[in-house]
């Protein structure tokens, strides 16, 4: 289940892994979704970068270096690796019937803070909150490897920027390399300013 890769601010790589057999929406887990894509709608990739962006203060919380999230038809799953940890630890939530991925991802989350908060307000500390959690979820049996994100993604290309590439003679693959720049041809006076600011902006969109 962890084929798809997605990533998110504040140095966190959150993995969203749909069913490997047929492509699913992140966010509503329709199977009614265009090749390539992830989400079926502009809605839907709100929706989920909304709950993701709702798990940054328990991914901080927990010193995560990676994370995944994944959905079957019974469960949602958190998978965290902590910075310090070659330990996977997996919080499970059990979906609830008519909602979405998304909705039970957010309960999933509101209900490790409420956990995590109730054990501080008992006089445990911070640290000791987060490693209870960790540890009671921990899946010594997971390969750490598996919530890793890939290393060379294939960026996103316009048709403005496809062309671009085209004039400078470069493949989507010479993006991701360390050399790319001993394959640029030199360009003209007249094309220099236009293609340096493309060129800036096909680099932004693989560091996104």
């Not at 290309?157 to 001993?182: A, Y």
Request: proline residues 5%.
């Amino acid at each position: 289940m962890r084929n798809i890769k997605d990533k998110i601010s504040a140095g966190k790589a959150v993995t969203c892994s749909p069913t490997p057999k047929t492509r699913k929406c992140l966010s509503c887990g329709t199977n009614r979704i265009k090749p390539g894509r992830r989400y079926c709608s502009k809605q839907c990739r709100q929706q989920i970068q909304w709950v993701l962006s709702l798990s940054k203060g328990l991914l901080k919380t927990f010193n995560a270096r990676y994370a995944a999230y994944y959905f079957t038809h019974e469960y949602v799953v958190l998978d965290v690796l902590p910075s310090w940890s070659k330990t996977i630890s997996s919080f499970t939530y059990a979906r609830a019937q008519g909602n979405k991925p998304a909705q039970d991802l957010k309960t999933l989350i509101l209900k490790a803070g409420s956990e995590w908060h109730h054990l501080v307000n008992n006089n445990t500390s911070r640290s000791f909150a987060s490693l209870s959690l960790l540890e009671n979820s921990s899946k010594k049996y997971m390969d750490p490897n598996s919530i890793k994100p890939g290393t060379n993604p294939k960026p996103r290309l316009s048709k403005h920027e496809t062309k671009c590439l085209k004039i400078l003679k470069l493949d989507r693959n010479d993006l991701s390399s360390n050399s790319n720049h001993l394959k640029i041809n030199r360009p003209t006076k007249v094309w220099q300013r236009s293609i340096t600011l493309t060129w800036a902006v096909m680099q932004k969109n693989l560091r996104d």
